[in-house]
């Protein structure tokens, strides 16, 4: 899976929270509509080439676009790799980076110990 671009992620979230789409559909939801149309049509098409959308073809010249994965799925792999490549996919030296520069407080942390001891 690849990191998205920022146009590429808008047009993601935008299938993610309004299910299939034709790509001028697509364009009324991004907070740009003044894109061109052709610009978008390429972007959908490079998600599709790179997995991540499909499209079901209701006829020759109109398709609806759907996302192939989830937000969850994107944002699961995202981290991984962010830790694999930045903490040699050592979980632990990601967190203690975060509790070092007080991007996450003890408090915080014991939160999320609770959570997953409750799972």
């Known amino acids: ?3 998205l671009t920022d146009k590429e992620l808008q047009i993601m ?8 789409l034709s ?4 364009i009324l939801h991004l907070p740009d ?4 149309f052709n610009t ?6 490079r998600l599709e080439q790179h997995g991540m959308i499909g499209h079901e073809e209701l006829s020759p010249r109109f398709y ?19 830790i694999d490549r930045f ?6 030296d990601f967190i203690s980076r975060l509790v ?3 991007e996450v407080s003890i408090d915080e942390l014991k939160e999320l110990i609770k959570m997953v001891e409750e799972e």
């Open 100 to 102: 070092k520069h007080h």
């Open 64 to 82: 609806l676009y759907h996302a192939a994965v989830t937000r969850e799925q994107y944002i699961s792999r995202m981290n991984k790799e962010s």
């Open 13 to 20: 979230e935008v299938l993610w929270d309004n299910g299939p």
């Open 23 to 26: 790509t001028r559909d697509i």
């Open 1 to 3: 899976m690849k990191k």
């Open 40 to 45: 978008i049509a390429t972007y959908v098409r």
């Open 87 to 92: 903490f040699d996919g050592s979980y632990m």
């Open 33 to 36: 509509t003044t894109v061109h």
